[in-house]
């Protein structure tokens, strides 16, 4: 995915400009501004990215936020963007005003490093109090990256991104209450699950027992589940492991006799009237020597069993699949060269 080495080309430049930056309009061309041309949108077309677009609130005029990105002439992000340095969490007000003045869906506020979008699910134009979408771009998780790539140029689309700041919203959040609790149960949650388990009344000394109980059932649940997939991870590699060895094992069985190419010099010397002579190939096998169209299992065209007492050549039919046929050396493969034409007209046709 491109954008994702785009993203991971300003990670790289934040981790080696960043202490040389001192001021948000630093921050602003060295981070901000190549994020917005990875989405696809040109920073140097005035119509397309606004600076300083003017978002006025009531009767306060000339508030401007950082950047406004348009499409089809109506602003579809605002961006208010802080010097690299700042805690965010004491400037999302601002962008609060902002959204309701500008009608737009999406607001965007960042310091170059730390990146939150927000929308409007709780309210129709007033901006949530909390992102939908939150990343350090330094530190991106794949699937994070697609969440980005819906805000491209290419790729956007409102009702699809609004439909999906649902679920990432509330799943966030629904992360971090499970952290907690993992971490600290509530007493409502240790009764909840107590009461499953225990059958005696829970006075303040059970629950104060079971409060240590449902974190160690909490970390050992989880503890499983992580040893599982690793161990399943682990076996299917092995197995994986075991398969190559095999392989290698049975191919260093297999040895190529000059009367098997041979042979396969007379069928090439018979069907290359009708076909290219790259379209036929062999394989070797610890039990006979396959001829094949296009390098395909799937289409026989003859087998040679050469390394027995009795020598055969294997005819193929579609009803009947792999009919031997014995022969006293490999000069009696031309006898069978209207069979052999036969399967090739057989695999042409289809």
């Given at each position: 995915m491109?954008?994702q080495?785009?993203l991971k080309?300003?990670?790289e430049?934040?981790h080696?400009?960043k202490?040389?930056?001192?001021?948000?309009?630093s921050?602003?061309?060295a981070?901000?501004?190549p994020?917005?041309?990875?989405l696809?949108?040109?920073?140097?077309?005035p119509?397309?990215?606004?600076?300083?677009?003017t978002?006025d609130?009531g009767l306060?005029?000339?508030?401007?936020?950082?950047?406004?990105?348009?499409?089809?002439d109506?602003?579809?992000?605002i961006i208010e963007?802080?010097n690299?340095?700042e805690?965010l969490?004491?400037?999302?007000?601002?962008?609060f005003?902002?959204f309701?003045?500008?009608?737009?869906?999406?607001a965007?506020l960042?310091?170059g490093i730390?990146?939150?979008?927000?929308t409007?699910l709780d309210?129709t134009?007033?901006?949530d109090?909390?992102?939908?979408?939150?990343?350090?771009?330094?530190?991106l998780?794949e699937?994070?990256v697609?969440?980005?790539a819906?805000?491209q140029?290419?790729?956007?689309?409102v009702k699809?991104?609004?439909?999906?700041a649902?679920?990432?919203?509330y799943?966030k959040?629904l992360?971090?209450?499970?952290?907690?609790?993992?971490?600290?149960p509530?007493?409502?949650?240790?009764?909840?699950?107590?009461?499953?388990v225990?059958?005696?009344i829970l006075t303040?000394r059970?629950?104060?027992e079971f409060t240590d109980?449902?974190?160690?059932?909490f970390n050992?649940?989880?503890?499983?589940?992580v040893?599982?997939?690793?161990n399943?991870?682990?076996?299917?590699?092995?197995?994986?492991?075991?398969e190559?060895?095999?392989?290698?094992?049975?191919?260093?069985k297999?040895?190529?006799?000059?009367e098997e190419m041979?042979?396969?010099?007379i069928?090439?010397?018979i069907?290359?009237?009708?076909l290219?002579t790259?379209r036929i190939?062999?394989r070797?096998?610890?039990s006979y020597f396959g001829?094949l169209l296009d390098?395909?299992n799937?289409?026989?065209?003859?087998?040679?069993?050469?390394?027995?007492?009795?020598k055969y050549?294997g005819i193929?039919?579609e009803?009947?699949?792999?009919i031997?046929?014995?022969?006293?050396s490999?000069?009696?493969i031309?006898?069978?060269?209207e069979?052999?034409?036969?399967?090739?007209?057989g695999y042409?046709?289809e």
């Open positions: 491109e954008i080495n785009q080309a300003i990670a430049k934040i080696t400009l202490d040389k930056i001192d001021t948000e309009e921050t602003k061309h981070f901000v501004l994020f917005i041309n990875a696809g949108y040109d920073t140097f077309n119509t397309e990215v606004v600076p300083e677009f978002a609130i306060k005029k000339g508030e401007k936020v950082d950047y406004a990105i348009f499409q089809n109506q602003p579809i992000i963007c802080k690299w340095k805690n969490n004491a400037h999302n007000s601002q962008l005003r902002y309701h003045a500008s009608k737009t869906r999406f965007l960042t310091n730390e990146y939150r979008f927000y409007d309210a134009n007033k901006m109090e909390k992102p939908f979408l939150e990343f350090n771009i330094t530190d998780k699937n994070t697609h969440e980005i819906k805000f140029k290419a790729n956007f689309d699809k991104i609004v439909d999906n649902s679920s990432l919203k799943t959040e992360r971090k209450v499970i952290t907690t609790q993992l971490n600290t509530s007493i409502d949650l240790v009764k909840l699950l107590a009461k499953e225990y059958p005696g303040k059970v629950t104060e109980l449902v974190g160690k059932a050992q649940t989880i503890s499983d589940k040893n599982n997939r690793l399943a991870a682990l076996n299917k590699e092995t197995e994986k492991q075991q190559e060895i095999v392989e290698k094992v049975e191919e260093s297999i040895v190529t006799t000059e041979d042979g396969f010099r069928v090439v010397a069907l290359r009237r009708v290219p790259h190939a062999h070797d096998t610890q001829i390098d395909n799937r289409k026989p065209l003859c087998r040679l069993h050469l390394n027995g007492g009795n050549i193929f039919k009803e009947n699949g792999e031997r046929n014995p022969i006293e490999i000069d009696d031309y006898q069978f060269e069979q052999l034409l036969a399967t090739v007209y042409e046709k």
